[in-house]
Nanobody, 122 residues
Framework: QVQLVESGGGLVQAGGSLRLSCAAS????????MGWFRQTPGKERAFVAGITWSGAGKYYAESVKSRFTISRDNAKNTVYLQMNELKPEDTAVYSC???????????????WGQGTQVTVSS
């Protein structure tokens, strides 16, 4: 069983930056693909970014490519999401998740954090 706790959300103006963190405990963090997803009220959870267990493979949703960067530190059991050039449409609850296999399908992810709110004002 893996527990995930996100932090780093908040309110930022358009064009600004935020760095989200997701700390893992209770499992073998380094064996999991990690992903970031986001959700707004009334909409389904959407894939944002993913990173394979070693960090060698990274993949992004088209809407965030070139603005967001995912990374991980297996020694600290933590995955990060650096978000630059934020837009109002990036406003959402951001959650991290762990999966045994790479992918953008949220149903493949077996462990989830509670999420952290990101609000981008115009």
């Amino acid at each position: 069983q893996v527990q995930l706790v996100e932090s780093g959300g908040g309110l930022v103006q358009a064009g600004g930056s935020l760095r989200l963190s997701c700390a893992a405990s209770g499992g073998t963090f380094s064996s999991y693909t990690m992903g970031w997803f986001r959700q707004t009220p009334g909409k389904e959870r959407a894939f944002v970014a993913g990173i394979t267990w070693s960090g060698a493979g990274k993949y992004y949703a088209e809407s965030v490519k070139s603005r967001f960067t995912i990374s991980r530190d297996n020694a600290k059991n933590t995955v990060y999401l650096q978000m630059n050039e934020l837009k109002p449409e990036d406003t959402a609850v951001y959650s991290c998740a762990a999966s045994d296999i790479p992918g953008s399908n949220p149903y493949r992810y077996k462990y989830w954090g509670q999420g952290t709110q990101v609000t981008v004002s115009s």
